[in-house]
């Protein structure tokens, strides 16, 4: 399916919950030892006062400071498999919408990439103790012959993933969306078991393999960590049992569809028997 350029992009902020979609993109990132190709310039679409630059210390101890922005990177891996990669990671701009996404589509466009990749994270009522569940949505129709992929019927406020994509599926250009559902209760730090189902899903649907470091034994800390906070808080312990259970529901044989399927297949078939005498 995706044999031609591929660009994975994930931004900081509304579409990054515990910041699963940007640390995924970075892992993808430094697994082919990416470099910065483009950027846009922050003066234009950051609000410093909201996203502020930062500021450190240099080899030789000066004081450097990075700004705000959204890069472009290729990657130099030398396998030819994974050469045909970039990625576009930054913060989600503030301001100028429409002149950030035209940018970004230009971009694209200039190094005749095929598809385009978003990652994201989100809110959601699910358990940190079970497999972080991926949603993967597509509008294109080639890309939505892939196992799992479905239309979104989406309606509502969106960032600025859902903009640009939207934008480039009108330039031609295919998208596919990623989403890991977060636990909410602990969303307010980063989630390596988010980020780790999100570049596990990559690779399913690339077919490749990615270096994950150490990301699967912090994915373990990070649900152990959980567990002890838990043990000692009563009304939270509650809580994600509720969610365990509303989910082991779900995820049950007999909530799946093809159980469905064939409860309505004895259904149809008992409407069509003549009545007993």
């Not at 502020?52 to 030789?60: G, I, Q």
């Not at 913060?91 to 095929?114: G, H, L, N, Q, Y």
């Not at 409860?263 to 008992?270: G, P, Q, Y």
Request: hydrophobic letters at 40%; one cysteine or more.
């Amino acid at each position: 399916m995706f044999q031609g350029r591929v660009l994975i992009c994930a931004f900081e902020g509304w579409n990054d919950a515990a910041e699963s979609a940007s640390s995924a993109a970075n892992i993808v990132s430094e697994s082919l030892s990416c470099e910065v190709v483009a950027e846009v310039d922050p003066e234009d679409y950051y609000d410093f006062q909201f996203t502020r630059p930062t500021v450190a210390l240099s080899e030789d101890g000066h004081r450097e400071l990075t700004w705000p922005t959204t890069s472009l990177l290729a990657s130099t891996d030398p396998d030819p498999k994974l050469s045909r990669f970039s990625l576009l990671i930054g913060t989600e701009p503030a301001r100028r919408w429409k002149s950030f996404v035209a940018e970004i589509v230009e971009m694209i466009e200039d190094r005749e990439i095929e598809t385009v990749i978003f990652l994201g994270g989100m809110l959601a009522d699910t358990p940190h103790t079970r497999p972080i569940a991926v949603t993967a949505t597509s509008q294109n129709t080639e890309v939505r012959k892939i196992d799992g992929v479905e239309k979104s019927s989406y309606e509502g406020p969106v960032g600025i993933v859902s903009t640009l994509g939207i934008a480039l599926e009108e330039a031609g250009i295919a998208t596919i969306a990623l989403w890991a559902a977060v636990p909410h209760y602990v969303h307010t730090s980063p989630s390596p078991k988010a980020t780790l189902a999100l570049v596990a899903e990559l690779e399913r649907i690339l077919e490749v393999s990615f270096s994950h470091g150490d990301l699967a034994d912090q994915a373990f800390a990070w649900e152990r960590g959980i567990d002890e906070i838990a043990e000692n808080d009563e009304e939270m312990a509650g809580y994600i049992e509720q969610l365990e259970a509303s989910r082991d529901e779900v995820d049950s044989e007999a909530a799946s569809g093809e159980a469905i399927a064939r409860e309505l297949e004895k259904f149809l078939e008992s409407e069509q028997r003549p009545p007993e005498a």
